[in-house]
């Protein structure tokens, strides 16, 4: 001000100096007194103006300078006057546009004299509100604070008591002094308490200098992490407690207790937050204004007391309402704000100036919140209120091309350079001078800057308030660089102008013009080459970014505006892992543009120079024209060229993932064969890395499966054995302590994970009985073996023994045999000796128990002899072992008989025989059993023999073994005849068995002459077992009572009888779960810490309001246009698993399935197969039981398990509306408490309301809930919130309130649409420990986990889906993680480290719209914030996915919509200008990229067909008149490189599956269809991605998940995917049929096939994929329905056309002018190819040789008045009568018809006036809709008519055909098919109900008759069981013994089992009592309809009266039964 007036008045030297120094001190205090900063601003606005004129002017400097120096200086020098206030005006001038500007900037004037406010000032104390006000909200019964939630505070285990004191303490005081909630610190102290448990872990840190002091100090470091680093940003110190004084400090250390108080007070202050939670940084603002109040208060030593909900009432509750406020706006994103500007806000100084708390306190009237000075500040609300937007979410393809911005530059610049060798080549350049024009690329380079810096200005204007810095420096960076690209273009022209010239006096060679752009282009050039030599390095970004050197930051400020942020500060890569992904890219780039330079480029040289050459040699060629032909040519190359790297993309990912997976052994395990081969190895791995070291003892080898003790045989003739396991299997603490060999605790602890696995999948219902018992360990109490191998593991091998000692017998046939040399085929195979060792104990076992005490000491004495024959190596000796084949045989057919007959056997109530009979000597020492196995055979870890024992030892047991003689008994009693076939039959084979044995012994020494004797007197002893017939039948009798026989025959008929494939599980998901699972075991997995020191974590499910527990209503309602319920879908699709849960229950009638008993299991069965929460709840809760099972293999007692459950696992449900479920009585809540009684370890928390007033304000809580275990439910917390919570999307507020409820270290996320498995339960604690690797520089924070899609199987589109996902979800992620380091976080079942992500924003983002894809936002969150993702493979988790066309469709639509909305956020552009470019190029297309890829490719495809028809339009195909030779480039680009999409498919299945299974997979999906689906949704992608982009509108859509079997009607779909699809595909079709028609290129298939696959692919995949669409009646239906549909005016868009019309083009009224002028361009193009076609010569008619019958200027003017006169008649015709209208209606329409057939006939030439007036009379409807013209609509009503006959006629045409039909079926469910699921039968059982639909039935009637049919049939029962005969045939009693008989007196093929009794009658009627025909038919069940048809059969039978079969009658009764 002293300046300006001094130019106005003649003044001293002195002037200024005085002057300007007075106002300056008067200005300053002013400022102070009155707290304002406009003199700050008027001195930056004049400051501003100066600095503007100075670069206009530069004398005015010059003019500063005369002024300052005052008026003598001004006389002394003659400078005149008048200039020097000229200049003064220019900078008075220039200053008022500088506060223009500052003004505009600030948001308008309200908002910049609001900035002029005073900056603190002293404020009103206020009085606080009294507890009675809260009180006066109406009540809401509060938590009991005698209900817990893991742990009784009272009662605490000791690891959580040690803290607990100091805990509890410090929450006292803060909630007192802050106002903490009661149940809010309850449930915190809780949380702090289990946290500190859990830190306990690094305490045995090794090296011990790592270890931290304590837990208190580990978590303390952990959380406040990312506060001190925001305390750096803001220049402050952090405040926390300091306790100095001891004898304060009654609990612990001060140091200890500090940190304590620390960690209370964040706790407390993140458990209300409630969505503040969303704003990390706002958080630690809280927390550091709050302790700094509680220290500066001294409040540990005198504290304040406020009411509970203070700080959720002052603190929290004003920012809610201002964040609520702008979410809840209507605006687009850059009119308001969202989370993520409000939390920005605390990145900056400037909210320190402000005060946590809205309202002071009467303890805060002595010292409220203050600043350094002592003045009150300003509370944070006003602070939000004012903040800025920091981000601007404009609506363009600018802002996702800002952020990608080095992808297009790359591309560009590449695309040029390859240009420039083709052109080289093509015209032989000399390499001088192809290096100059290659070096316009530094150009390119700078001109690009430019233009992304002017995008730049354009993305922040005019809301973003940038500092001064970032303003200087990008008006700087952009003038300098514009200055730089003029020079640039000066010096390339001259470089390429005449060979010496003169310029700026200068006068050279281009050479040195040349020379002088490379220097100056060098200068803008220097960031790219400091990032290119970054890129090698990344972390020096890192050590760039955070260097805390002036010069460096002040650089950075400059030229990197992201420096400045808070965030992406720590992005970076080690070299190592860097070297690989820049390798990965390298190539990748060096082959694509090697191929593009190929096949993209040098093909277009040519042509080019062949127009340009005639341009240049030609006359009158247009410049333009050419220019335009070129560029038209060139676009389409260069779009390919942008879209094919997505291409090689997917080929090196395949590459890449199949090397990895290799690598980590994935897929090493494909099938029960594998796992055979692996099985021996498994148990060593498992106890290796899924047991600690507390399981036991790892040393020594795999353990042989023989107990190595000289123990006997089992003898079943002594007393019961004493069980080696006791009453429960897996209480093994006692068992393995007593075991001799500790090698075998391996085995024994894997044996009892894996039947616990086996016994689940029993309960699943994937496997039968039997295949769980082939599938299992055996153990038999007594025995002396601990385990058995499974039948399956040894099946065959027994048989496969015998044959190896065949082939071994006859190549040594005529040799000397030792038992060495006989032996050793086998005797070095693990599991064949193994399985020879148990058919020897457990055989013998069967014979002992088979021959009884009779032969007791007989057979024991000749299996010890042989077994001392085995020892001493003399077997082959005293054996024929030719021989040997026919002893196995007998003894194979022994136990198939026994095992057929056994199970059939019916014991007798009595012995048969007398005692004597028996043969029992009384008081006879037992004997003994021989030893188990062969001596010499070798122990399973082949390290150490068998111990052979000695002779006495031997002798005492041939002892033990003798009885007392017993006298002869006779084996019948007097006149008495017993039958019995099974004992007959077992007598035969057990001969033969004898008798193969003498065959077998060699005569050749008293041992052997022992043997064959004791043979001949079992074989001759009348008294035994095979003479005495009372005696046998009895043995069989006691063989069929006792479980353990049949246990151990069923054991041994597996090992002998059973041929591998008979003993596998016939379900593919128990196969698949199997083979991952044993090869997951052999996989990286990190050893498994003790229990204690496992990490803990927490299971989260969002859930809302889907299926929780199908009912019988759910189940049995028909809710589809088939009539197929969803039970009898899930009982088709998995028609064994439905067999398997009537076995397990015991269910032989499937009526009985809905009765009483078993109907909660049937609805358990149905909704686990389904996707509803029992299946995702029961799937998390196998955690617990595997952490139960680890903990007792670990020798855990059970209290410390229970504990140790409680603090290392939890399971919350998030049910958001679970509060309103109860309240509208919703069956869905009674559902959920079934799930809590039934996991008692399972939490739900959801969102109450309570209603205050009848004004309908509410108060919201989030409420905690658990089962009391007696059928109760309790609350445990209640913490009141701000207000309604969910502001966004929902789902991510969801699991943000409920996380407050989590106790664990990590928070594992899983959808509704999920399922866990048992054995990867097991895993989960090694997964854990992957956060304490680092693989990289920054710490692992998420841990991705892969997942299986179990939808598959339903159709092919669900197989398409599982097939998509499945590739994405292993191989896709496997490959971002490695090598590529940058997968982010793609959804659930991923891993958090909830203290990393709590302290840092949450695990998702919430703001609506923006953040639609909330999940993906938190892998963008966790890179900038310098965390780390890891994926591994070795655990899996289940996951099902959309199975029906319009699921998949609104699925695909909701994901581009929300990578749309991604491409415009400040997540994204972040990253994307962080990441180094190989990492970014990884994350454009392992991501968001795949969605601009399919935007692209159907832009190619609008760009290619429009080039050709314009090409073919107007005769420019050829290039003068040169031959046309097109090679279809661009068909083979489009259509063949888009087969190479299908490697990684190909490739993540032939990794897992076999590469031969794969390829079956591929041509499968090919053959069904595949392609069109696919292509379908590229452009499902594309429309919804650009919709998005240009318009919004972007939500969350509910897919459903519910199964699909319906037919969609044809309005249906055309409501879905006309604007989408449909009109494109017509579109294409039309514009593909002109070009045919126009061009004369020839090859016209070779360039088109890939288009019209498109054009096909969009109009057909709706309908090809659409069940019974080519059914003649369903064509039909769909056809009349369409009609009505278009006819229709009101009822919806469901019912009108015009409706949904409107609702489907309100989306044109939103667009910007921008996006407006796209359609004005497209319009444009139709205009074009309209004039085209009336140019052109199509249909033309020389009307000068031929004269029209009728005069067609007549005919034009009759055909307008007829259609004029139809649609007045239309608009009237209601006030004719029915039969009036019809007949003028058919005259108008044959009039009309007539008409324009005749236009047509008498001038050809208005067939192509039609064709034109199609595609201008197109634009005009276009042009009309953006200017909101309504007429249009009448336009577009024809045209969808057109469209809608175009689809139907092909349809009518097939569904005539019938053919089709058939075949469509079979493809959609050709995978279900090969799954045993007849679909057919589905389909079949619909069209008959729905053909039944038209049949009223009384629906009691129905149900009283099936209950009189239930009766009857139990009167059949009844007259069976009494053996009465129909038809007055003879009484006879049945005979278990003559029905067997009988069944052998039948052939072997013919045998069938004889049900007790068959109705004599043949028409199979039911009969009563007494032999009356029973309700005729209606009480008769077709027998040859499945059960799921009898009831629908049955409902139209109309009851008859019967006849009784003796002629008497019977009539109906009046009254039926009641039901």
Request: charged share 20%; proline share 4%.
């Amino acid at each position: 001000m002293a300046l300006i007036g001094g130019t106005f008045f003649v003044t001293s030297e002195l002037y200024f100096a005085v002057c300007g120094s007075c106002l300056m001190v008067l200005c300053a205090i002013l400022s102070v007194k009155f707290a304002r900063s406009a003199f700050v601003t008027l001195s930056a606005v004049l400051i501003g103006g100066a600095v503007s004129v100075s670069i206009v002017h530069p004398a005015f400097c010059s003019h500063i300078l005369n002024v300052t120096l005052g008026y003598d200086h001004i006389l002394r020098n003659k400078i005149p006057l008048s200039s020097e206030k000229t200049y003064t005006l220019y900078w008075i001038i220039a200053s008022f546009l500088t506060l223009a500007a500052t003004i505009q900037r600030a948001g308008g004037t309200a908002k910049f004299l609001t900035s002029l406010t005073p900056t603190a000032q002293t404020r009103t104390v206020t009085t606080p509100p009294k507890r009675q006000i809260i009180n006066q909200r109406k009540p809401v019964p509060a938590s009991s604070p005698d209900v817990y939630n893991m742990f009784d505070p009272s009662d605490l285990p000791l690891r959580l008591a040690e803290y607990a004191n100091m805990v509890y303490s410090a929450c006292e005081d803060l909630g007192n002094f802050f106002g903490f909630q009661d149940a809010s610190v309850r449930n915190q102290a809780e949380h702090l308490l289990i946290l500190l448990s859990n830190n306990r872990r690094y305490m045995t840190m090794s090296p011990s200098a790592l270890a931290p002091p304590s837990p208190i100090h580990a978590l303390h470091s952990k959380v406040f992490s990312n506060y001190h680093k925001w305390c750096k940003k803001m220049c402050v110190l952090p405040n926390h407690s300091r306790m100095q004084d001891s004898s304060h400090v009654p609990y612990g250390a001060p140091a200890i207790v500090s940190r304590v108080v620390d960690l209370v007070l964040f706790f407390c202050v993140w458990g209300e937050a409630a969505n503040v939670r969303h704003m990390p940084e706002c958080l630690w603002f809280l927390y550091h204004k709050m302790m700094e109040e509680y220290t500066r208060s001294g409040a540990h030593l005198h504290t304040r007391s406020l009411y509970a909900g203070h700080f959720v009432d002052n603190v929290v509750e004003p920012i809610y309402e201002i964040v609520c406020k702008s979410m809840k706006s209507s605006k687009d994103h850059p009119e308001k704000r969202n989370y993520d500007d409000f939390n920005e806000f605390f990145w900056s100084n400037e909210c320190l100036r402000y005060g946590y708390c809205s309202r002071t306190t009467e303890d805060d009237v002595e010292s409220p919140a203050q600043n350094s000075l002592g003045v009150e500040l300003p509370p944070i609300s006003e602070g939000l209120t004012m903040a800025p937007k920091t981000f601007l979410e404009k609506r363009s393809w600018l802002r996702g091309i800002l952020a990608m911005y080095r992808i297009l530059e790359w591309h560009i610049v590449t695309f040029y350079l390859l240009s420039v060798i083709a052109f080289s080549r093509e015209l032989v350049w000399g390499w001088v001078y192809s290096c100059q024009v290659a070096s316009g690329v530094f150009w390119i380079l700078n001109s690009l800057y430019i233009t992304w810096g002017l995008i730049e200005v354009w993305s922040n204007y005019p809301n973003i308030q940038l500092g001064a810095t970032a303003i200087c420096g990008s008006v700087f960076t952009l003038v300098t660089r514009f200055l730089i690209l003029v020079y640039q273009t000066l010096y390339l022209i001259w470089t390429f102008g005449p060979t010496k010239s003169t310029h700026f006096g200068i006068a050279e060679t281009p050479t040195y013009w040349w020379w002088q752009y490379i220097w100056l282009s060098a200068l803008c050039m220097a960031p790219y080459i400091l990032e290119g030599l970054m890129l090698f390095y990344p972390a020096s970004t890192t050590m760039l970014f955070t260097s805390q050197n002036d010069f460096v930051q002040s650089f950075l400020n400059i030229l990197s505006p992201l420096s400045r942020i808070y965030v992406g500060k720590e992005v970076h890569e080690s070299f190592k892992r860097t070297s690989v992904y820049l390798f990965f890219w390298f190539t990748l780039m060096a082959w694509k543009l090697l191929f593009s330079y190929m096949f993209e480029v040098s093909s277009m040289v040519l042509p080019t120079i062949e127009l340009t050459d005639d341009f240049i040699n030609y006359p009158n060629q247009s410049f333009y024209k050419m220019s335009m032909i070129l560029v038209l040519r060139w676009t389409p190359q260069f779009i390919v060229y942008l879209i094919d790297m997505s291409i090689w993309y997917a080929v090196w990912q395949a590459f890449a993932g199949t090397a990895v997976g290799f690598s980590e052994h994935l897929g090493d395990v494909r099938s029960m064969d594998d796992i055979r081969d692996n099985f021996v190895r498994a148990p060593e791995h498992f106890c290796k890395k899924m047991l600690s070291s507390d399981a036991g003892s790892r040393r020594g080898s795999s353990s042989s499966f023989s107990f190595l003790s000289s123990s006997n045989i089992s003898n079943p003739n002594l007393g019961e054995g004493q069980s080696l396991l006791g009453s429960d299997p897996h209480q093994l603490q006692s068992y393995v302590n007593r075991l001799l060999d500790v090698r075998i605790q391996k085995w024994v602890m894997f044996s009892a994970a894996w039947n616990e696995i086996i016994d689940h999948f029993r309960d699943e219902d994937i496997i039968s009985n039997e295949e769980r018992d082939n599938l299992k360990f055996s153990r038999f109490e007594g025995f002396s073996q601990a385990i058995y191998l499974p039948v399956f593991q040894t099946a065959g091998v027994f048989e496969n023994a015998i044959a190896e000692l065949e082939v071994v017998q006859q190549n040594l046939e005529n040799q000397p045999v030792s038992d060495e040399l006989f032996f050793k085929a086998i005797s070095g195979q693990v599991i064949t000796s193994t399985a020879v060792s148990e058919v020897w104990e457990l055989g013998s076992y069967i014979l002992l128990q088979m021959l009884g005490k009779v032969h007791n000491d007989d057979i024991v004495a000749i299996m010890n002899l042989m077994l001392k024959w085995s020892e001493n190596g003399t077997l082959t000796d005293h054996l024929k072992v030719e021989k040997l084949r026919s002893f196995v045989n007998q003894f194979i057919k022994l136990v198939g008989i026994m095992k057929k007959g056994i199970s059939r056997r019916t014991p007798s109530a009595k012995p048969r025989s007398r005692p004597s009979d028996r043969g029992v000597t009384m008081g006879a020492k037992a004997p003994a059993a021989p030893s188990t196995s062969f001596r010499r055979a070798v122990s399973i870890g082949s390290l150490t023999s068998m111990d052979t024992g000695d002779s006495a030892d031997k002798n005492m047991t041939l002892h033990d073994m003798t009885i007392k003689p017993r006298k002869k008994t006779t084996t019948q009693a007097e006149g008495l005849v017993i039958l019995d076939a099974l004992r007959d039959q077992t007598r035969d084979v057990v001969r033969g068995i004898l008798s193969s044995l003498k065959g077998l012994i060699k005569n050749v020494d008293t041992e052997s002459s022992e043997v064959l004797d004791r043979l001949t007197f079992v074989m001759n002893m009348e008294s035994g077992y095979l003479w005495n017939d009372s005696y046998a039948s009895d043995q069989l009798d006691v063989c069929a009572k006792d479980q353990m026989f049949t246990k151990v025959l069923s054991k041994v008929h597996g090992l002998v009888n059973c041929h591998p494939d008979d003993v596998e599980p016939k379900s593919q998901e128990v196969k698949r779960r199997l083979t991952f699972f044993v090869n997951s075991l052999f996989m990286d997995i990190p050893d498994a810490p003790p229990i204690q020191d496992m990490m803990s974590w927490n299971v989260m499910t969002p859930f809302y309001s889907e299926d929780v527990t199908y009912n019988k209503r759910d189940l049995e309602t028909r809710t589809d246009a088939l009539g197929v319920s969803t039970m009898l879908y899930l009982q088709t699709l998995h028609r064994a698993d439905w067999n398997n849960f009537l076995e397990r229950n015991g269910i032989d009638d499937e009526e009985k399935i809905w009765s009483k008993k078993y109907i909660n299991e049937t609805r358990r069965w149905a909704s686990l197969r389904a996707q509803t929460l029992m299946r995702t709840v029961s799937g998390m809760m196998y955690y617990e039981k595997a952490l139960r099972l680890l903990a007792n293999l670990e020798r855990v007692d059970d209290d410390s398990a229970d504990n140790y459950i409680s603090e290392k696992f939890g399971y919350i449900v998030a049910c958001q509306v679970y509060g309103n479920m109860k309240k509208n009585q919703d069956p869905k809540a009674d559902d959920i408490e079934q799930l809590m009684h039934r996991f008692p370890h399972m939490r739900v928390a959801y969102i109450d309301t309570v209603r205050l007033n009848r004004g309908g304000a509410s108060e919201f809580y989030s409420v905690l809930v658990k089962s009391d275990k007696q059928g109760g439910i309790q609350e445990v917390y209640r913490v009141r919130l701000p207000g309604n919570p969910v502001l966004g999307e929902g789902k991510p507020e969801n699991q943000n309130h409920a996380m407050i409820f989590s106790r664990g270290e990590y928070v594992q996320t899983i959808d509704m649409n999920q399922e866990g498995y048992f054995e990867e339960a097991l895993k989960m604690r090694n997964g854990l420990q992957e956060f304490l690797k680092r693989e990289g520089p920054l710490p692992t924070t998420i841990l991705g986990l892969r997942e299986h899609i179990f939808t598959g199987s339903v159709s092919s589109l669900a197989n398409y889906m599982a097939l998509q996902e499945t590739s994405f979800v292993t191989l896709g992620q496997r490959v971002l993680t490695n090598p590529l380091c940058i997968r982010l976080h793609y959804g659930h079942p991923d891993v958090f480290d909830k203290l990393f992500f709590m302290t840092r924003g949450g695990i998702s983002k919430s703001s609506k719209g923006i953040n639609l894809s909330e999940d993906i936002f938190a892998g963008y969150n966790n890179v900038v914030r310098g965390g780390q993702v890891s994926f591994k493979e070795y655990l899996q988790v289940g996951k099902g996915r959309d199975v029906g066309m319009s699921q998949i469709y609104k699925f695909e639509a909701k994901l581009s919509q929300g990578a749309a909305e991604q491409s415009l956020s400040r997540d994204i552009y972040r990253v994307s200008h962080r990441l180094d470019f190989c990492r970014l190029l990884s994350m454009y297309y392992g991501g968001i990229g795949h969605y601009f890829s399919n935007v692209l490719t159907v832009f190619t495809i609008y760009v290619v067909v429009y080039l050709m028809l314009i090409l073919a339009l107007f005769n420019l195909e050829k290039i003068g008149d040169r031959v046309i030779t097109p090679m279809g480039t661009i068909q083979m680009l489009l259509g063949g490189l888009g087969l190479l999409q299908t490697i990684p498919l190909f490739a993540t299945l032939g990794v897992e599956r076999g590469w031969w299974a794969s390829l079956r997979e591929i041509i499968a999906v090919f053959a069904s269809g595949g392609p069109f689906h696919f292509m379908f949704h590229i452009q499902t992608k594309a429309n919804y991605m650009a919709q998005t982009i240009l318009v919004g509108g972007a939500k969350y859509r509910a897919t459903g998940r519910g199964f699909v079997t319906q037919h969609t009607p044809m309005d249906e779909q055309f409501r879905f995917f006309a604007s989408s699809h449909l009109y494109l595909g017509v579109e294409v079709g039309a514009s593909l049929v002109l070009m045919g028609i126009y061009s004369k290129a020839g090859q016209y298939a070779g360039r088109t096939w890939s288009l019209w696959l498109a054009s096909l692919s969009f109009l057909a995949s709706p309908f090809w994929f659409n069940p019974l669409t080519f059914d003649m009646n369903y064509v039909v239906s769909d056809y009349d329905t369409y009609l009505r549909w278009m006819k229709g005016t009101s009822g919806g868009a469901a019912k009108s056309w015009w409706m949904w019309w409107r609702e489907e083009h309100m989306h044109y009224k939103k667009l910007v002018f921008s996006s407006k002028m796209l359609y004005v361009f497209k319009s444009a193009l139709y205009v074009l190819i309209g004039e085209g076609i009336r140019r052109s010569s199509l249909f033309e008619a020389d009307m000068t040789l031929t004269r029209p019958f009728i005069a067609i200027n007549k005919i034009l003017i009759v055909l307008p008045c007829m259609i004029f006169a139809a649609v007045l008649f239309s608009s009237n015709e209601r006030s004719f009568s029915y039969p009036v209208r019809r007949t003028i209606g058919i005259l108008f329409a044959l009039g009309i018809s007539m008409t324009a057939i005749l236009l047509f006939i008498e001038d050809s030439n208005y067939l192509r006036y039609l064709l034109a007036a199609y595609y201008e009379v197109g634009a005009l409807c276009q042009l009309g809709l953006l200017g909101g013209v309504g007429f249009v609509q009448y336009l577009y009503f024809l045209h969808d008519l057109v469209v809608g006959h175009i689809i139907f006629i092909p349809l009518f045409v097939l569904g005539a055909l019938q053919i089709p039909h058939h075949i469509q079926t079979w493809l959609l469910y050709h995978n279900a098919l090969s799954s045993d699921v007849v679909v057919s039968n589905i389909l079949r059982y619909a069209r008959k109900t729905q053909e039944k639909q038209n049949n009223a039935q009384d629906t009691d009637l129905v149900e009283q008759i099936a209950e009189l049919r239930k009766i009857v049939q139990r009167q059949e029962q009844m007259l069976s069981s009494g053996a009465y005969q129909v038809s007055g045939e003879a009484y006879s009693k049945a005979n278990a013994s003559t029905d067997a008989i009988t069944a052998l007196a039948r052939s072997p093929d013919t045998i069938q089992e004889i049900p007790p009794h068959q109705p004599a009658s043949t028409t199979k009627r039911v009969m009563s009592m007494s032999g009356l025909d029973v309700w005729g038919d209606m009480a008769l069940g077709d027998q040859n309809q499945p059960s799921y048809q009898q009831e629908a059969s049955s409902q139209n039978r109309t009851p008859q009266q019967g006849q009784a079969s003796h002629g008497f009658s019977f009539t109906q009764p009046d009254k039926l039964p009641p039901r």
